[in-house]
């Protein structure tokens, strides 16, 4: 139990991934930090529920091998990624179509261990510089007549020229640095994809909805800079899971901390500069405070800070005793014909996720939920997959308002973290509005509080190598 006395040099508000990985970050440093989480656990977004065996995701998260802050955040060590089938399978007309596969992948210079390993991020993609292949031999939906390639206009590629015209594209993105890439002209995500030359079956087929996918903005109006960040990571990594559920990234950060740091079920009523105020201990006196919730609690502990339009999220779990025969792919609709942004066969990606022989299919709809939400996504899921699916268990509809924030142009991937000597904040709000965001701000905050407390010293470094013990 906190004792209304209880003193520490940093009070952190909240235990989503950017509260946590800041914590880590200070204590490493040797600076006396409490974490104090509303919630009964840690996670806050990235939480991950247990039912019938089944690990249910409350976000459809979809992290890439190629987020660099998965590599460098310390406390994320123990983390495994699970990698989705390579590229992503787009159905159309009936049909599957695998797309966005690097050729010749290889581990790149500092990737921790082998694929699939335990204790080890999955290898980095390395930087995509040899030719594509051509167009791939369409996978036959389970229940279908197999088909051949057909590259008429309609299908989601295009003919061979636009496919090549895209592997172009895409290889010279993963090349692109990154101040390379945010000091392009801003604009919304739609239109730049519209003014790149591309031809509009390969912009609406292929990258309108895996960039949907991928920022859970189903209409584009994210800023391009943002998009084209996450386009290149597409095209330079994996898209993958973390194994056992979203939960393992703050799971980790966690367990990474001293004994009695995080202290859950406890909410904090108002913050100053050297206290904060909580609704189950009274006041807790501190050097600092640091404010790590959604941009809409933060708002309410910090009046006058912007919170801003958020994308709604809802994640449709179900099971089936007849597994779709897609086997680890990330499914798209490229013809846009239902609700179901994106879904997966999620336990053939971590079999962790489901009970030994049970099938575990994890679909995103990028909007609100409504009362037959689960029977239209049901319907579109029978489609993408070409089964019947009536006879499919729902496990869960979970519906998150406040998913992700809306980043439209211009947008700001660096706003402060230092509101005052002693008052800080850190989230996806001050930053790329997703976990690699989250946790560049938690970065970026802690270097601001080391500065401020005088204990400042390169980040990334935080933990020691190991010495070496004398035979
Ligand atoms: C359904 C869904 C889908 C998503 N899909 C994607 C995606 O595809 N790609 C992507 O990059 N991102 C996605 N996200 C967003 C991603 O999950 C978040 O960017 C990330 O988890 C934010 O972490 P955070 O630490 O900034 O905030 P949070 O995870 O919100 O953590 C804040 C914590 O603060 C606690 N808290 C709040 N108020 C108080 C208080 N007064 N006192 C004490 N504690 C408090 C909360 O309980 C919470 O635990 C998705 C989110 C959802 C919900």
């Keep these: 139990m906190l004792k209304p006395t209880y003193q520490a040099d940093v009070v952190v508000v909240g235990a989503g991934v950017a509260g946590l990985s800041a914590a880590r970050r200070l204590t490493s440093a040797g600076v006396s930090t ?3 989480e509303a919630a009964h656990e840690v996670g806050g977004r990235m939480a991950t529920e247990k039912v019938d065996g089944f690990r249910l995701d409350r976000v459809g998260r979809l992290l890439s091998t190629a987020y660099a802050e998965l590599h460098v955040t310390p406390g994320l060590e123990e983390l495994v990624l699970r990698p989705f089938a390579p590229g992503v399978l787009l159905h159309s007309d009936g049909r599957h179509h695998r797309a966005g596969v690097q050729p010749g992948s290889r581990r790149a210079r500092g990737a921790r261990s082998a694929m699939g390993a335990r204790g080890a991020l999955h290898a980095v993609r390395a930087l995509a510089s040899a030719p594509r292949p051509g167009p791939r031999r369409p996978v036959a939906v389970p229940g279908r007549q197999v088909s051949v390639p057909r590259n008429r206009g309609g299908a989601p590629l295009g003919t061979a020229l636009d496919q090549a015209r895209l592997g172009a ?3 010279r993105l993963a090349g692109t640095s990154t101040e390379r890439l945010l000091a392009r002209p801003e604009t919304t995500a739609a239109e730049a994809l519209h003014g ?16 949907a996918a991928l920022l859970c903005d189903p209409e584009l109006v994210t800023s391009s800079r943002t998009a084209d960040l996450a386009l290149r990571d597409f095209a330079r990594g994996r898209l993958c899971l973390p194994e056992g559920g979203a939960e393992a990234l703050p799971q980790s950060l966690a367990r990474s ?4 740091t995080v202290h859950t079920g406890v909410r904090v009523t108002s913050v100053s500069t050297t206290s904060v105020t909580t609704a189950e201990h009274g006041e807790l006196r501190c050097a600092a405070v640091l404010v790590a919730t959604g941009a809409r609690d933060a708002a309410e502990l910090l009046p006058g800070l912007r919170v801003p339009d958020f994308h709604p999220v809802t994640v449709v779990h179900h099971t089936t005793d007849e597994p779709p025969g897609t086997d680890a792919s990330l499914l798209l609709d490229a013809d846009r014909g239902g609700p179901v942004a994106h879904t997966a ?3 053939a990606v971590d079999p962790s996720r489901a009970p030994a022989g049970r099938t575990l299919v994890t679909s995103t709809v990028l909007g609100p939920a409504t009362a037959d939400t689960d029977t239209a996504v049901r319907a579109h899921l029978a489609r993408l997959y070409g089964v019947p699916t009536a006879r499919w268990e729902t496990l869960a509809v979970r519906h998150t308002a406040d998913a992700a924030p809306v980043m439209r142009p211009p947008h700001d991937l660096h706003r402060p973290v230092r509101l005052l000597a002693g008052l800080y904040v850190c989230g996806d709000h001050r930053d790329g509005g997703a976990v690699q965001g989250a946790l560049r701000s938690a970065d970026r905050v802690a270097t601001a509080l080391l500065t401020d407390l005088g ?3 390169p980040m990334h470094t935080a933990d020691p190598l190991p010495t070496a013990r004398a035979a």
């Design 455 to 457: 204990l400042n010293r």
């Design 34 to 36: 409490v974490v104090l």
């Design 345 to 347: 066969v999620v336990s």
């Design 196 to 211: 790149r030359g591309l031809p509009a079956r390969t912009v609406d087929g292929f990258l309108r909805p895996l960039l």
């Design 257 to 260: 901390l001293p004994p009695g």
């Design 169 to 171: 594209a895409l290889n």
